[in-house]
């Protein structure tokens, strides 16, 4: 049975807020310190010491901006893969770790 779209991404956004906050904790265990993921039904904020990083989503389409104003874009499709920026889709997970990374630095 296939989901509703609507709700297929509600699903995979879901997913992708666990998957980031897997990988904070992951990158957090060098510094003895933890980032916070607050997940909201549009939007996940990524909270670590003064950095953050805000996504906001609505189905497939999404955005996101850094702390320092940086602004960019997400796109996921039905599979769970997703465009950072203008990049090809990849796996849903090594978005999640490159983002996590970047903002643990």
Request: net charge negative; no cysteine.
């Amino acid at each position: 049975m296939l989901l509703p779209a609507e709700r297929l991404y509600s699903e995979l956004w879901t997913s992708f807020a666990s998957l980031l906050r897997a990988y904070t904790a992951a990158h957090g265990l060098s510094k003895q310190s933890v980032a916070q993921v607050d997940v909201s039904e549009d939007a996940i904020l990524v909270r670590f010491e003064s950095r953050w990083l805000r996504i906001r989503h609505e189905d497939a389409n999404g955005s996101w901006e850094r702390e320092d104003g940086r602004p960019g874009a997400l796109q996921m499709n039905e599979s769970g893969r997703i465009r950072l920026n203008d990049a090809e889709f990849e796996e849903m997970d090594l978005v999640a770790e490159e983002l996590a990374r970047e903002l643990m630095r």
